[in-house]
């Protein structure tokens, strides 16, 4: 697996938050899809984040949240928009992997990336900050199914 160091900006983003199993529909992207094109905040302009909260080795599917994000101008009045979650992702190190593959497979990147890549580096987890997952395409639309997803983990150097 090709990763990268990458230094990231901070975002402000609004979000639908979802409780339950990753591996379920996730219907709360269609919701903050169509508040976003409703409000013109859509690639190439925005970008659409979503967030895994929990690690489902450790918390029940259930119970496991998702943010499903899209990032904000700063001139953006968040005060007109009362139906919607606001909040800002803190920038800085993070190693990036590009991943194509099932959707269910992005759980398998997370494992590499936290018990074979990061152990064997200068860096350790940023438990401080979220990882990130850049959504580059609508796995709906690929010929097969697959979601193009720039994951984000964030780091800082060992012993910092």
Same mark, same amino acid.
């Given at each position: 697996?090709?990763?990268?160091?990458?230094?990231?900006?901070? /975002?402000? &983003?609004?979000?639908?938050?979802?409780? +339950?199993?990753? @591996?379920?529909?996730q219907a709360h992207w269609g919701k903050l899809i169509q508040w976003s094109v409703n409000n013109d905040l859509f690639p190439p302009h925005q970008h659409f984040i979503g967030i895994s909260l929990d690690n489902p080795s450790l918390v029940e599917g259930d119970n496991c949240r998702?943010? =499903?994000? &899209?990032?904000?101008? $700063?001139? @953006?009045?968040?005060e007109n928009h009362s139906d919607m979650? @606001?909040?800002?992702? !803190? +920038? +800085?190190? /993070?190693? @990036?992997?590009?991943?194509?593959? =099932?959707?269910?497979?992005?759980?398998l990147s997370y494992e590499y990336m936290y018990k074979n890549w990061l152990p064997n580096t200068d860096y350790e987890a940023d438990y401080d900050r979220y990882n990130l997952e850049f959504n580059m395409n609508n796995p709906a639309a690929d010929p097969e199914g697959k979601? $193009?997803? !720039?994951?984000? &983990?964030p780091v800082k150097e060992r012993g910092l």
């Open positions: 697996m090709n990763v990268l160091i990458k230094k990231l900006p901070e /975002y402000e &983003v609004a979000f639908v938050r979802r409780i +339950g199993s990753y @591996f379920e529909p998702h943010d =499903a994000c &899209v990032t904000i101008p $700063k001139d @953006f009045e968040k979650q @606001f909040k800002r992702l !803190d +920038g +800085g190190l /993070y190693a @990036f992997y590009p991943f194509y593959d =099932a959707p269910e497979k992005l759980n979601c $193009k997803i !720039d994951l984000y &983990v």
